[in-house]
């Protein structure tokens, strides 16, 4: 009787043990072949890119014809009639302008600059307003100079060592960072606060280390703020080319008492119309659910605003053009959005998260451009640790293309209006080594950027949407269970 019962518990048993082979050699395959068909179309992503793609084209007018795109010029204004012209004829589901309204700031004729060491020696430097300051007055500013390390400095130093000079902000970029963003939002702050702080105690002026990681004779703009600091208190602020800037430091060993002066043009207008360029692919099976992908249409005036970010717009441009050419139909809506003011004052990104929120839509996953048109390197990304074991797992898939890169960080200035519980954020993170090099520059040209890196950063953009679109998030309903 008892041998019986174990025959018959055996014989169960190995029932049991071969369903279980047979599941799991049956999900192996189905794992293959799904895998599979992901390379196989990643694969057709980048054959069109690489031999068709358009997005080096559409970079060539928006620098070239167009130029630099300064939030609320007659170029910025030319690029929204551009790239909605261009989205119009990829033949998508539609295609819009959202309104905005955005600063108006503009830099007037050229700055002028020198270091007198004695009267009449004068050394001319290069400089540039910061966008957003207000101008020196007509004859320019002469003041001595007190150079810090950072804001930290200014308390220090207090107001009887301060007030009526100039403030010289000097920290550099940490050069043995790796991450050249790191390094840059080490010392960014000496720009974006440093004329509010300094006017504090009594300074009339700052000139600020340009935000660059080599030595050359480029002074880099960006934006600066006032806070709240009155209108009548609010002191001209510049920067200086990496070289000037050491010079300017080794003269102050020299002669302590020296004199800086720089004149500069800019004005401060009401703000005025302007708007984000949005196109869209309705979803087959969820309409009603949004990816997007995306760069900032504006730039600054200095150079042509080709690596930012003029190559994350066309990027984001080619992604919607490679889903139309392969034939891919996506599942969800995916919309592609040119933002206006991410360089002074996130205003479209801000305004398309506003009106998201009002119509109730809901935004699965958005994912930027905005590091420069380098090899791409990887992603990062801003999500719960559900969705990112997913997404490392198609990290194989982009690894015959070199892409390694998959880790937790930040994602994009512009999509980070539309973060919650829900949503999947993501950054394009290409090799930035070189990027701080043109940042916000008169070497921001379209002769910089390389025409296979552009083409490989759309394809590689074009692939993550793919995947998200087909697999879903883990947040939402509408993941594919395999």
């Known amino acids: 009787m008892s041998s019986g019962i174990n025959w018959k518990m055996n014989k169960i048993m190995i029932r049991l043990a071969l369903i279980t082979l047979c599941l799991l050699f049956s999900s192996e395959i189905i794992s293959q072949k799904v895998n599979k068909e992901d390379s196989l179309m990643i694969r057709s992503i980048y054959d069109e890119a690489l031999l068709n793609g358009k997005s080096y084209d559409w970079l060539d007018y928006l620098s070239n014809q167009i130029g630099g795109r300064l939030s609320g010029s007659i170029q910025a204004e030319k ?11 990829l033949g998508l589901d539609k295609v819009w302008l959202q309104p905005v309204m955005v600063p108006k700031w503009t830099r007037g004729i050229a700055e002028y600059a020198f270091i007198e060491t004695a009267p009449g020696v004068t050394s001319t430097v290069n400089v540039c307003a910061l966008g957003g300051s207000v101008s020196t007055p007509a004859a320019g500013l002469k003041a001595e100079v007190i150079e810090v390390q950072g804001i930290e400095d200014l308390e220090k130093l207090g107001e009887e060592k301060i007030s009526g000079k100039i403030v010289f902000f000097n920290r550099p970029m940490q050069a043995n960072l790796i991450s050249t963003f790191s390094a840059y939002g080490g010392c960014v702050d000496q720009r ?57 430091s080794s003269a102050l060993k020299l002669k302590p008492d020296l004199n800086f002066y720089f004149k500069q043009n800019c004005k401060v207008f009401p703000d005025v119309l302007s708007y984000n360029v949005i196109g869209e692919i309705t979803g087959s099976q969820f309409p009603d659910k949004y990816m997007i992908v995306g760069g900032h249409l504006d730039s600054w005036d200095l150079g042509d605003g080709s690596h930012d970010d003029g190559a994350g717009c066309v990027q984001s441009m080619e992604v919607l053009r490679l889903f139309k050419e392969i034939g891919y139909k996506p599942r969800h809506s995916i919309r592609v959005v040119l933002f206006m003011n991410e360089e002074n004052g996130l205003r479209g990104g801000r305004k398309y998260a506003e009106e998201a929120k009002l119509k109730r839509e809901e935004h699965l996953f958005a994912l930027e451009s905005d590091a420069g048109g380098f090899t791409p390197r990887g992603f990062s990304f801003d999500t719960d640790e559900a969705n990112f074991q997913q997404i ?19 994602s994009g200035a512009d999509i980070g209006p539309l973060k919650d519980q829900q949503i999947v954020l ?57």
Not at 460 to 477: E, Q
Request: charged share 25%; hydrophobic share 30%.
């Open 79 to 89: 690029a929204v009639n551009y790239t909605k012209e261009e989205l119009d004829k």
């Open 192 to 248: 974006y606060s440093g004329a509010k702080e300094a006017a504090k105690y009594g300074a009339v002026g700052v000139v600020v280390r340009s935000m660059n990681l080599r030595l050359d004779d480029l002074p880099h703009t960006g934006s600066m703020s006032y806070g709240e600091t009155p209108v009548n208190d609010r002191i001209p602020a510049c920067a200086i080319s990496t070289n000037d800037a050491e010079y300017l």
């Open 392 to 410: 490392q797992s198609w990290k194989p898939l982009f690894k015959p293309y070199l892409i390694h890169y998959f880790e937790k960080g930040g």
């Open 426 to 482: 993501a950054g394009l993170r290409p090799d930035s080594q070189r990027y701080f090099d043109h940042h916000h520059a008169a070497n921001d040209t379209y002769d910089a950027v390389n025409k296979r890196e552009l083409e490989l950063g759309g394809a590689t953009m074009t692939s993550l949407v793919y995947l998200f679109d087909k697999y879903g998030t883990k947040s939402s309903l509408t993941t594919v269970k395999n």
